[in-house]
């Protein structure tokens, strides 16, 4: 019975890696608008964990590193928004990861500026990096992703050009803090699943989206 009780302490399974993949536009040009915010949720989960972005690796802007035991790819696609997919995919394929194991940021317009919510998959809700990824996924778009609201354009504003505006100082106080909430949640993810952890970061998003609808973005 000790040498079975023995062997089998040693038997651990380790842990399976996940691909974060933030979308975005590269470039001066694009830095700090509100499609960008799916690359500044990679560059604030790599900073807190201390990985360094600092190669290409199938058009991506890369690194990789560890949380606990769990290894991590993070990745910054450099093919712009609407061909993200040509990084994600052979980035998952190179990798050969579930797509249950790829993660994808990206900015909602559905959601209040500043608010979040972790899902286990979707649609693309007309986001035509999403579009892309999914394309690239075999038109599988089973995959989870964390959305960042950036809130709708006001009046009839061209909603391209709502996208491709910078945050006013009060949005942009919240999206900081939602970038922290969102490290935060991705840790959590990390060591205790998906499905635990979006049930309870959603929960709390819930909350927040009541406070700070009706807070101004443009």
Same mark, same amino acid.
């Given at each position: 019975?000790?040498?079975?009780?023995?062997?089998?302490?040693?038997?651990?399974?380790?842990?399976? @890696?996940?691909? #974060?993949? *933030? %979308? *975005?536009?590269?470039?001066?040009?694009?830095?700090?608008?509100?499609?960008?915010?799916?690359?500044?949720?990679?560059? +604030?989960?790599?900073?807190?964990?201390?990985?360094?972005?600092?190669?290409?690796?199938?058009?991506?802007?890369? *690194?990789?590193?560890?949380?606990?035991?769990?290894?991590?790819?993070?990745?910054?696609?450099?093919?712009?928004?609407?061909?993200?997919?040509?990084?994600?995919? @052979?980035?998952? +394929?190179?990798?050969?990861?579930?797509?249950?194991?790829?993660?994808? #940021?990206?900015?909602?317009?559905?959601? @209040?500026?500043?608010?979040?919510?972790?899902?286990?998959? *979707?649609?693309?809700?007309?986001?035509?990096?999403?579009?892309?990824?999914?394309?690239?996924?075999?038109?599988?778009?089973? #995959? @989870?992703?964390?959305?960042?609201?950036?809130?709708?354009?006001?009046g009839q504003m061209d909603p391209k050009a709502f996208l491709l505006q910078k945050f006013n100082?009060? +949005?942009?106080?919240?999206i900081d803090e939602a970038l922290q909430e969102g490290v935060d949640?991705?840790?959590?993810?990390? #060591?205790?699943?998906?499905?635990?952890? +979006?049930?309870?970061?959603?929960?709390?998003?819930?909350?927040?989206?009541?406070?700070?609808?009706? %807070?101004?973005?443009?």
């Amino acid at each position: 019975m000790l040498s079975t009780l023995t062997k089998r302490s040693f038997c651990t399974v380790a842990p399976r @890696p996940w691909l #974060f993949v *933030g %979308l *975005g536009n590269p470039g001066d040009k694009y830095k700090g608008t509100r499609h960008n915010v799916g690359f500044e949720m990679i560059d +604030a989960f790599a900073e807190s964990q201390g990985i360094a972005m600092d190669t290409v690796h199938c058009k991506a802007i890369f *690194g990789k590193g560890f949380v606990g035991d769990v290894p991590v790819f993070l990745a910054k696609p450099q093919t712009y928004m609407n061909l993200s997919g040509e990084s994600a995919g @052979p980035l998952a +394929a190179y990798y050969k990861l579930p797509l249950n194991q790829v993660l994808v #940021f990206h900015d909602d317009m559905n959601l @209040p500026c500043g608010v979040l919510r972790l899902n286990d998959k *979707g649609g693309h809700g007309s986001h035509k990096g999403l579009k892309s990824v999914i394309y690239n996924f075999r038109d599988n778009s089973e #995959f @989870p992703r964390l959305r960042i609201g950036i809130g709708k354009p006001p009046g009839q504003m061209d909603p391209k050009a709502f996208l491709l505006q910078k945050f006013n100082v009060t +949005a942009r106080q919240r999206i900081d803090e939602a970038l922290q909430e969102g490290v935060d949640a991705l840790k959590l993810l990390l #060591f205790i699943g998906l499905e635990v952890s +979006a049930k309870r970061f959603n929960k709390e998003q819930k909350y927040k989206h009541l406070k700070v609808q009706t %807070l101004p973005v443009w």
